[in-house]
């Protein structure tokens, strides 16, 4: 049998991979391959097992780029143990082709939560964002850059005992520090939609430039759209980024500073990674609020039921294209010119308040035509005394008649 025939015998169900893992349904597809559902054969336990492109009518050195990419995201994701990331259990090879075999959650992303409903809670949003940036930290000290931080990578359990857990998933195109394979020089990997400016300029990812990727997927969680808005052109999009001219906020309410602080232009002036994660925790924790019950508790509801959002089988209205949020992973995109000058993040003017006697409330209801004006109170009160005084007058003029 030709290496292509073993190829397509890969492609469906039930097939055994490595002897050992048996495939039973597609849970989703990117790329770099499709990621199955199977059944680990040997611990009776569901995994889920990334397939890696097949190598088949790939030049020798192409496939074995290939191959090398995926041994290196598995080590990479082996380094990292925590509870709100995806543990990396295995690499198996079939034909030579490895595939990735991974903790398997039952979950929603956040991009699919976002396509049930149009935006998430601040608070909510910010307990996420501090549990996904408690795993961040233990990979930024194991020397990994994350690199692809969006909605799609952040799920949430929407069954089962584990519901409402969140963890970040796909370290496919992180790196680590200690990884010494060259690069080509001004090409970029990623999404744009959740760049650092930096990173769009054609810069080396770096620490800064994923608490920048996190800042910019809560953001998009809370108001609806990514910080530089939604393009199908990528490069016109990748300029829009390298200026960091985001648009302001209206939506984060609680959340909106600290949104901009991890969305500063210059990476020297953001928070670092652990510092994001106790900003978004004291948030969601509320004054005197435990902040250890934030970083390790389910996001579940008062009745400890999971968010609508989050759950089994939720549907949304409809979502116009246009409003869907960008979730596709490009390389090889090139990086934009070095020299535009970066932008300044749009922040709320100060407030300033006015006369107390001339506030209004906008959503008061304008009144109608037929309504009669209420009387100043001092008028109703002089008419009340006139009144009492007349019956008093009255009074008298009757007993002395």
């Known amino acids: 049998m030709t290496e292509q025939e073993q190829s397509k015998r890969i492609a469906g169900p039930d097939y055994l991979v ?10 989703g597809s990117g790329g770099m391959g499709a990621v199955w559902l199977a059944q680990d054969t040997l611990l009776h336990r569901e995994v889920a097992i990334k397939q890696v492109t097949s190598t088949a009518g790939l030049t020798e050195e192409a496939a074995q780029e290939l191959r090398a990419r995926a041994m290196r995201e598995g080590r990479i994701a082996a380094k990292l143990s925590h509870d709100h990331a995806i543990a990396m259990y295995d690499v198996a090879l079939e034909h030579g082709d490895p595939w990735l075999v991974m903790e398997y959650l039952p979950s929603r992303s956040m991009a699919q ?7 998430l809670p601040p608070l909510q949003v910010a307990q996420i964002g501090a549990q996904v940036a408690d795993a961040l930290v233990d990979a930024h000290e194991a ?11 952040i799920l949430i359990a929407d069954r089962g005992r584990a519901a409402g857990t969140v963890k970040i998933s796909d370290f496919g195109i992180s790196r680590a520090k200690s990884d010494a394979t060259p690069t080509q020089s001004g090409v970029i990997t990623g999404t744009p939609a959740y760049f650092a400016p930096e990173v769009a300029r054609g810069g080396d990812p770096t620490e800064a430039s994923d608490v920048f990727s996190l800042g910019a997927t809560l953001y998009t969680a809370t108001e609806g759209q990514p910080p530089f808005g939604i393009d199908e052109d990528s490069i016109a999009l990748l300029h829009r980024v390298a200026k960091a001219e985001i648009m302001r906020p209206v939506k984060s309410a609680e959340i909106t500073d600290a949104l901009l602080h991890m969305l500063e232009p210059d990476p020297s002036r953001r928070p670092t990674m652990s510092e994001a994660r106790d900003l978004l925790a004291s ?15 389910p996001l579940l509801e008062a009745d400890g039921t999971v968010p609508f959002w989050a759950r089994r089988g939720a549907a ?3 979502v116009r294209r246009s409003n869907r949020l960008p979730t596709s992973t490009i390389a090889g995109l090139p990086a934009v010119d070095q020299n535009v000058p970066l932008g300044n993040v749009p922040r709320p003017g100060p407030r300033v308040p006015g006369p107390p006697s001339l506030a209004v409330n906008p959503a008061a209801p304008a009144p109608s035509r037929r309504s009669v004006p209420t009387p100043p109170m001092a008028l109703v009160l002089t008419l009340i005394a006139i009144a009492a005084i007349a019956v008093v007058v009255l009074t008298i003029a009757l007993i002395t008649m």
């Open 113 to 119: 939560a976002l396509n049930v409903t149009e935006t």
């Open 316 to 318: 949304g209205g409809q």
């Open 283 to 297: 948030l969601a924790a509320g004054a005197g609020g435990n902040l250890s019950y934030v970083l390790d508790s």
């Open 143 to 153: 020397g990994i850059v994350h690199r692809d931080i969006k909605p799609g990578n």
């Open 18 to 27: 490595a002897g050992r893992y048996r495939l039973r349904s597609k849970l």
